[in-house]
């Protein structure tokens, strides 16, 4: 748990000022490289202190531009000059605009010597800006005859100060001059980050807005296993507790905390696991039906897509806790009740042995089946993980993903089939006209592996293959030309 | 679960075409610096038009060279020419080529054209090539007069598209020219990606095979795994079920699914985990015995040591099953019945109190042990994990490594040893004179424990560690020089 | 577990001779790029020659200075010329000084070859020195006319040899000259490795120190878990064993291997993870009193604020532990014997129903909570790996270490909070005086939920909120000025 750089910790003072803790970390003014490019910083915040003390470290000239420079001076460290605005933007080359969006305009003043210099936004917004123009759209509108760059707004003031050896290195920049652009990933390097190049200036929308998504890609996976949980809950709740008490005045409320939610779990994490599988299928017949990879598929689906990872560990999560509150259940007082009380009935009624072999068998082989299940999904959990994701190759990849996935997927249901055992067609197990959740459960899964098989057959599989090498049903030129390279 | 990069992805159409879908991520010609250099691409499949966009983005000059340039012009970005395939290599500077291998020989012809250019080789095979030539080399007898350069196949059309933020950032590159190969190293860096030097073009056989590897350095491990499974299934098999149904027709089926397989999971785990360090020990031996590590080992046992994490990891998944397994014990119907029989004989034979003193103690002490292994192992996995391993430093990695895992050896032992207590000299064990299975695991686990403990003997250990530091029995000349460094 | 680059491995010959094993992987002489550096190589060890074949590959030209020659030539490829140290000196750019520190004065004849040069200082200590000077500072002393970089100790021979593909890639690099830096920089980077700056040549002693620590953020920590887990441990024996065995003389012995150690184990976690909160809390506290946020806190609170990952993860382990020791309770046979017993003594007391709803509602209640508990806190575990750390931004961070920690501590006391349920009133809980346990435990949580609900309240947190964008009590200049970056 990462708690070293939470947000209490902002709070620190990040930069000693000039009188204390300089130590033997102190950089001597005489270590700057003299043909290295000044570079001016406009702001005095936790931010802008950051960035100087890393530039200077970095073997640059920092010139740091203040409206009352006296005032902070002591807050910067000895090797950085802080003077007027004016002054810093004449004699930097490059210019770190480090003050806030609404602030931008006061800089106005010093459009000509900044003429023909570059400008690198670093803010941020406060919420989501989907319509744009960007801080950066508007710092080059008021700045038409400089370049501006955007970047280093994904970087938190902590990550400057200790250097990025830790936590991400990578600093997305987009620019319309490709000159100004390379030159800023060029002190991105130096610096010791990683730059990404984001394209043309209109990208910086898409940029500030990235420190400000909250798990984008996961809110939709999220919403669905809360919704499906809250479905099944209710529908358990009233199959297996409600129902005894209405109908016989049976008290099982105790149920709720643990049995009900036992049984909510799997299902939400069977139904999961088959949505991950499904848009693969319905993208499969699309292109059989339309004969053709090069139509784009409706958005609903090509999101979909997108989010089977999200998906997925949503399942796994579901079926993992489903896993520990099993084996919670012989540990609960309510078990151990029942049990004497099973051992002082069957000593009241003289049974010596109430060993019922077929219901033995039944948990044996769901057990064994259910942790086989869980023992993949594990595996696809951890090839999730982005470090081991990047070590393997794509055909590793699709292997796990795609054939240990179906494996999983057809184990977790032969687990709910060996669980159901003969009781789907049991009417008592229909309260209320209800049939047993594992009954509901059980169709989408059957459906997608059904869907799988029947791609699976030769004439098929045959035809998908040569609609994904590029062939088109009404266009036959593609294979007269060599031109399609073998990448899977 | 990274579902979101599987084979059926690579069916939607990556790139849009010149009418559809522009928006605000279309790239202004007006931003492509005109010095940099031209990239021309040879072919115009999915591959080639994802790096088409991929090069336009990063700010270079792209044509395309095709054999029928009119059909295609549509699928490209309005920034990139495209041509014949003799304007495009006339004017390129660097020339991808994304054809087939087997139509490569259709470029004969623009041999003058691209003779003292540079050409990189983005294809792969079909299936694995042991044997060589590569596709690259093949290239490079065509056209002697250019530099080949091998790199990009392992690079997904997907990957290009989406921009190197996640997933493998790493190319692979090889070529016999070094001032090629820098070219295109910096052209790798240009776009994002992480250029890794393989060497000469001889190289290139290994990094066309890299993208059709499927865990070249998990088959054995899996199939010792596998291989010792189904052994000791058998023999568990026989011993706890077929030998009381042959001798008193005792039906134990049942105990198929879960009990046997609990059996034989432990048994599979704490045999490879003592395969995990019997390579060190064999190692060290042979370095006492020959006096110096300048001799190689014989393969089978260089092999055996580069095998080590994957036996480790197939150990500490089996450790794991069989803590799952054996938590699911209390939780079956079979224990349930079993519980419930048991009292009712104790009602019936009127013992007040069944309570064995030795039976707990066995219990509650091999079971603490064993989760305190287990622990450990779990430590030990964490670490491998490549992203936490990379911030460990040599020293604490040979401390979880070594010292934990050696620890974790002898608990995992002493698990097995509390578990067996005295039933070892326990005749009625012996069935079909086949000794219990906890005592023939512990052979291999107690030898290499005690060849460690021998190892650890000053005399011993003071001689090996002079052997590592270069001393050799033979030749004693090294000591003289101070010129091995002490990187441990 | 990542076995495969133990200390056992250094003792294979990573480096094959000019005769043996040259195969395809060998590089032709005439691949160097006459333009570039020649690089020289002081000292003939494990590491010399692992970098040697590292630099051919990269394409630089080698010249390797040894006081023998010939002794050594054949240990090196074939394309590395061995010679004399003053030739090795004379003719190279750049030279790696790869012999015993304690060695480095043989060098001091090379004094005019070296002057203008740049030295590279790859060497380590045995132990972590702390006072300094570092090794290559005092190479510096010995070489003023030379520019000393200090780096590539962290590498070990085995990484240089199979190149940067797996395992740490980062060289961290310091140095007064930074001309001198940016070219072992370039270089760093054209052998695939990713340079780290690390500013001057004063922070060598750290860089030195690197490879040498054992875990050194862990240490607290860690010892902070075993110190509560020894008082906890003996605290609870006392209460649960030997209170029982002293006032009635119950044999209640058998329960130290697991259920006093289960009862342990959630006092530390719920304890370690109060000790993650209260500094933060402490932080808050110290700066709403100061009125700002530009007082640097005492050393021992920003150690600890520091510190809270580890402590958190400890917290992590101990609360797993607990799981799986609870878990195994049912399971053993302590506790069928108990179960038996009591069926027996149902049966002849002739209660047919023993149901007791209360305790029933308790354990279904906490065992609920406490798995939601471990559920929350096995997500901000696996945010704490570090690829997965780096994939999230701020906000995600601190809305999963702030948000969802406080979440997961106010599960964790609640679940201990059901456990108690009214046993805290109870007289009879308390043996000797001694409170029960979970009392105990309960304090540190409930003051860090209880201060973080009065710091969430309105006046207090607005107070605070501005505190952190920079006011301050006593100064009040800051907002006139528009000059602090809403980073956060």
Known sequence: MNYNIMPDDMARPLIRGRGEGRGSRCLEASMCDPDAPVIGIMGTGDFSRSLARRLVASGYQVVVGSRNPKCFIALFPEEVEVTSQMEAASQADLVFVAIFPEHHSTLVELKPALAGKTLIDVSNGIRINLDGPSNAELLADMFPESSVVKGFNTISAWTLQVGPRDGSRQVFLCSNSSSAKSSVTQLCRQMGFVPVDMGPLSSSLEIENLPL?????????????????????????????????????????????????????????????????LPGLLAACLQLWLGTKYKRFPDRLDRWLTRRKQLGLCSFLCATLHAVYSLCLPMRKSARFKLVNMAFKQVKEGVEDSWVDAEVWRMELYLSVGIMALGLLSLLAITSLPSVANTVNWREFSFIQSTLGYCALAMATLHTLLFGWNRAFDASQYHFYMPPTFALVLILPLIVLLGRLVLLLPCMSRELRKIRRGWEKTRHIRFTFPEVVSHV
């Open 213 to 277: 998504y909250l798990f984008p890609s996961w809110r939709v996976p999220v919403i669905c296993t809360l919704g499906l949980f809250i479905i099944f809950y209710l529908y358990n709740f009233i199959h297996d507790v409600l129902h005894p008490f209405v109908t016989s005045g049976k008290n099982l409320f105790y149920k709720m905390p643990i049995e009900v939610v036992n049984v909510t779990l799997p299902s939400v994490a069977l139904v999961m696991l088959s949505l991950v599988y």
